[in-house]
């Protein structure tokens, strides 16, 4: 599983997931099923993000390599973000995927026939 959220149950606090693969179905389930939201940033923005963290609190898979460890930040003013899966299960990932899937063969009929042009 791509994504570990249980950390933050109980606790007040909307689990929120940074991880690789959060697009998978999967992952999209578990983070219905445990109320957490996945933030997707602008590329290039850990300047930003490194502005809001205000402190740790937590870290978990210390057995991990360091950018694969579970931190849990507390942050301020972080932003702006996109809510890339929200959490009751819709993904901006999914529906971009069905998408082009459904677009697809318009492209390419468009692209063949302006081969033949």
Do not use: K
Request: contains cysteine.
């Amino acid at each position: 599983m791509a994504v570990h959220v249980d950390y933050a149950s109980g606790h007040g606090f909307t689990p929120v997931a940074v991880c690789f693969n959060c697009w998978i179905d999967a992952s999209v389930a578990a983070m219905r099923e445990t109320g957490c939201v996945y933030l997707s940033f602008l590329g290039g923005g850990c300047t930003l993000l490194s502005d809001a963290i205000r402190r740790v609190t937590a870290v978990h898979w210390t057995e991990m390599v360091e950018h694969y460890r579970l931190v849990q930040v507390e942050v301020e003013a972080l932003g702006p973000l996109t809510v890339g899966i929200d959490a009751h299960g819709g993904s901006i990932y999914r529906d971009v995927r069905d998408n082009a899937r459904a677009r697809l063969p318009e492209i390419l009929d468009g692209l063949a026939e302006a081969r033949q042009n």
